[in-house]
């Protein structure tokens, strides 16, 4: 499975981004994708997670009510939707997936086994 991660750029406070993470290379009927960010010198977070099969999302409570994570399954397209950004959502963005996700582990990058190259977002004050 290849992941390639695109999108990011340098916005203003307020402004809005999406990202975007194509699929090649495997089935995904039973993946989970997810999107995480790493700021310099900070741990990778976790932002958002989906379903491919049934598209149930989750949050973490950073991006709940501002960003919204949906697939498009005909294109193996997995979007972030960033919406009132701030400066402290300035980070490098990375798609993930793997098909041995349970809601214990959707928030925890160790268990991805696949990653997109980041992409960089710049929130400026």
């Known amino acids: 499975v290849q992941l390639q991660a695109s999108g990011g750029g340098l916005v203003q406070a307020g402004g809005s981004l999406r990202l975007s993470c194509t699929a090649s290379?495997?089935?995904?009927?039973?993946?989970?994708s997810g999107w995480f960010r790493q700021a310099p010198g900070k741990e990778r977070e976790y932002v958002a997670a989906?379903?491919?099969?049934?598209?149930?999302?989750y949050y973490a409570d950073s991006a709940k009510g501002r960003f919204t994570i949906s697939r498009d399954s005909a294109e193996k397209t997995v979007f972030l939707q960033m919406n009132n950004l701030r400066p402290e959502d300035t980070a490098v963005y990375y798609c993930?997936?793997?098909?041995?996700?349970?809601?214990?582990?959707?928030?925890?990058?160790?268990?991805?086994?696949?990653w997109g190259q980041g992409t960089q977002v710049t929130v400026s004050s």
């Open positions: 290379g495997g089935a995904y009927i039973s993946f989970v």
């Open positions: 989906i379903r491919w099969s049934g598209g149930n999302t």
């Open positions: 993930a997936a793997d098909n041995a996700i349970g809601l214990a582990t959707i928030g925890l990058w160790t268990a991805y086994k696949f």
